[in-house]
């Protein structure tokens, strides 16, 4: 089974702070996603890289920014956290030819 | 664009009552269309998905799916819900990406609630 790990579940974090959200996956996935997940807005494409070094912004990149330096690991990167930024953040990967996502588990994050 | 609508934003049903949930779409070209659950606090499991071919397609858990290209639609159904099924549904269209891979746009979601 492909696994997706995110690394923290839960994260609280100040106004101002620069977070890392990490996702690693193990099964070689040409493709990873990071979305923002919100009561009533479903899931909204934040950024998407389809290869290492490779990343494209999605519907709302705004105060974000990736790196993919590896194949296996892509980090959503808030470079001055606001409250706004509070919500679910689910990772997800998927293969060039196989349209399956596989999701991670999420990080909720709180932006104090 | 490519967008998703999921009307219904709660549904609450009894145990053992049939069930169906809502999708419409909006994609210039011949869809692919998924079904995902989320049960609280874990990550989207992939209930089923339409490439192409047969208009009703089965999925895991009981699930199944019709594409009807003339209504823009593709509605969830379950012949007979089980309280496990509670959780959040969402419905995706999924587009082509230049480079490989496609990305995915999710409705909003429907939260099902099963009474005993």
């Known amino acids: 089974d492909v696994k997706v790990t995110q690394s923290s579940r839960y994260l609280v974090k100040r106004t101002g702070e620069k977070v890392f959200l990490e996702c690693v996956q193990d099964?070689?996935?040409?493709?990873m996603f990071w979305y923002r997940q919100d009561p009533g807005l479903g899931l909204r494409l934040i950024y998407f890289s389809y290869d290492v070094k490779m990343k494209e912004k999605g519907d709302i990149p705004e105060g974000y920014s990736v790196s993919r330096e590896k194949k296996e690991r892509f980090s959503l990167i808030l470079e001055s956290a606001s409250t706004n930024q509070t919500s679910m953040y689910l990772c997800?990967?998927?293969?060039?030819?196989?349209?399956?996502?596989?999701f991670g588990s999420g990080t909720r994050l709180t932006v104090v | 664009a490519q967008s998703v609508t999921q009307p219904d934003i709660h549904i609450t049903v009894s145990e053992g009552a049939s069930l169906e949930l809502r999708c419409n779409y909006s994609?210039?070209?011949?869809?692919?269309l998924f079904w995902y659950v989320q049960s609280p606090g874990q990550g989207l499991q992939l209930l089923l998905k339409y490439f192409s071919g047969d208009t009703l397609v089965q999925g895991i858990k009981g699930f199944e799916a019709e594409f009807k290209r003339s209504q823009s639609s593709f509605n969830l159904r379950k012949p007979s819900v089980h309280w496990s099924d509670a959780a959040e549904y969402f419905c995706?269209?999924?587009?082509?990406?230049?480079?490989?891979?496609?990305?995915?746009?999710f409705g909003t979601g429907t939260q099902l609630k099963v009474e005993l």
């Open positions: 994609y210039g070209a011949t869809p692919y």
């Open positions: 995706a269209v999924g587009e082509g990406l230049t480079g490989g891979g496609n990305k995915l746009t």
């Open positions: 997800a990967t998927r293969t060039a030819t196989n349209y399956g996502y596989t």
């Open positions: 099964m070689d996935h040409e493709n």
